[in-house]
C-alpha cells in the first residue's frame, strides 16, 4: 500500500525482539523514487543505515544471506535472473541464532499497512 513515500516491506532478520535490537532489512517500496534498500542497525540501540539499492517497484526478488558476522542484502528482478548485492553489513559477534521474518511498515502513526508476499523461504543451511 502506497500511504507514504517511506512505506516498506521486506525481509528483516533482528537479534532480538526489543525496539534497539540490532538488525538488517532488504526492503521494497511501492514508489520508484525509494525502490530497493538496505537498512540495518549494527549497533545495539545504535543509528540505522540506509543504501539504496535500484529504483524499482515491486515486484522483484529479495534476498538476505549470511556469512559468520556478515549479512548482504541483494535482489534480482525475476526469479532466473542473478542475485545482485545491494550492501553487505559486518556485525560484531553475532549469536548463532537470529529471528527471521517479514516485515512491513506504514511511515503514518496509527495506520496499518498491508504488503503481499510470494514464494518465502527461510532456510539456515542457505548460504552465498
Same mark, same amino acid.
Given at each position: 500500500?502506497?500511504?507514504? !513515500?517511506?512505506?516498506? =516491506?521486506?525481509?528483516?532478520?533482528?537479534?532480538?525482539?526489543? *525496539?534497539?535490537? !540490532?538488525? =538488517?532489512? *532488504?526492503?521494497?517500496? &511501492?514508489?520508484?523514487?525509494?525502490?530497493?534498500?538496505?537498512?540495518?542497525?549494527?549497533?545495539?540501540?545504535?543509528?540505522? /543505515?540506509?543504501?539504496?539499492? &535500484?529504483?524499482?517497484?515491486? &515486484?522483484?526478488?529479495?534476498?538476505?544471506?549470511?556469512?559468520?558476522?556478515?549479512?548482504?542484502?541483494?535482489?534480482?528482478?525475476?526469479?532466473?535472473?542473478?542475485?545482485?548485492?545491494?550492501?553487505?553489513?559486518?556485525?560484531?559477534?553475532?549469536? *548463532?541464532? /537470529? /529471528? =527471521?521474518?517479514?516485515?512491513?511498515?506504514?511511515?503514518?502513526?496509527?495506520?496499518?499497512?498491508? =504488503?503481499?508476499?510470494?514464494?518465502?523461504?527461510?532456510?539456515? *543451511?542457505?548460504?552465498?
Amino acid at each position: 500500500e502506497d500511504l507514504d !513515500r517511506w512505506v516498506k =516491506a521486506g525481509l528483516m532478520v533482528r537479534e532480538t525482539i526489543e *525496539a534497539g535490537s !540490532r538488525h =538488517a532489512f *532488504a526492503i521494497a517500496t &511501492p514508489r520508484g523514487e525509494r525502490g530497493l534498500a538496505f537498512q540495518r542497525r549494527p549497533e545495539t540501540d545504535g543509528t540505522s /543505515l540506509h543504501t539504496f539499492g &535500484p529504483a524499482w517497484t515491486p &515486484p522483484s526478488w529479495l534476498r538476505l544471506s549470511r556469512r559468520c558476522d556478515t549479512i548482504t542484502a541483494s535482489y534480482r528482478r525475476t526469479m532466473t535472473d542473478s542475485w545482485v548485492p545491494i550492501a553487505t553489513q559486518t556485525y560484531t559477534s553475532l549469536p *548463532a541464532r /537470529l /529471528l =527471521a521474518g517479514l516485515a512491513v511498515s506504514s511511515h503514518v502513526d496509527g495506520v496499518t499497512a498491508s =504488503a503481499a508476499f510470494e514464494h518465502v523461504i527461510v532456510d539456515p *543451511a542457505i548460504s552465498e
